[in-house]
């Protein structure tokens, strides 16, 4: 029913999409990438990457009953999942991230979840882009009306019969297989900053201020 709902949301409503045309280019050649979103605006993330079709991507999910119900949400909208466990060993995600990716599957990664804090990117990302080697965009949407959620990172639900914009951007650095403690704070902060850019661009495009507690959001 969620994923109804999303499709049905995005369907009725005018968008605009900026910014995303390197990314989808990558996609069309056969190129994965790692497409990089904040977790609160992770449910629109299967319309912000407008791949063609028969191109792949996969996120990476809880294996916990939340993360399981994002996972189906996105499986359902055409996305596929990879579960991440506590228990599981590190090597074999890595195995599978890497199988697919060479299969021209690219990665969907909400930086600062499942489970926050808000805004605040994890190292995953810095992680994947240095494993893999693949090129990172980060992507936001926005919407004149939304549905907030009572999460933790406050979720975003689109609304139908309104008007949204979606604003991607290449993260523009190279991460280096091999990281000094240092350097992987700095490429962290770096991504965060990065999303944080994208996603007050798009909230700004609508005349929205910006979210982020640094910026005066309330």
Excluded at 46 to 61: D, E, V, Y
Excluded at 77 to 91: N, Y
Aim: aromatic content about 8%; overall charge positive.
């Amino acid at each position: 029913m969620l994923a109804a709902y999303v499709r049905f949301a995005f369907r009725t409503s005018r968008w605009s999409r900026t910014g995303c045309e390197e990314m989808d280019a990558c996609v069309a050649r056969g190129e994965p990438v790692i497409f990089v979103v904040w977790h609160q605006r992770l449910i629109m993330a299967p319309f912000m990457f407008a791949a063609p079709k028969g191109a792949r991507i996969c996120a990476l999910t809880s294996a916990a009953r939340g993360g399981r119900l994002a996972g189906q949400i996105l499986v359902r909208l055409g996305w596929e999942t990879i579960p991440m466990s506590s228990h599981q060993r590190h090597v074999t995600l890595s195995r599978e991230v890497l199988r697919r990716t060479k299969q021209g599957c690219s990665l969907g990664i909400a930086a600062d979840g499942p489970r926050g804090p808000a805004r605040v990117s994890s190292s995953v990302p810095i992680v994947w882009a240095r494993t893999t080697g693949a090129r990172v965009f980060t992507v936001a949407f926005a919407q004149k009306r939304v549905l907030r959620l009572p999460t933790w990172d406050k979720q975003i639900l689109p609304l139908p019969f309104t008007r949204g914009v979606i604003v991607g951007s290449e993260w523009a650095e190279t991460v280096p297989r091999k990281l000094s403690d240092d350097e992987a704070e700095a490429f962290r902060l770096s991504i965060e900053d990065a999303l944080d850019t994208v996603t007050d661009s798009a909230d700004a495009a609508l005349n929205k201020p910006s979210e982020h507690p640094r910026h005066g959001a309330s």
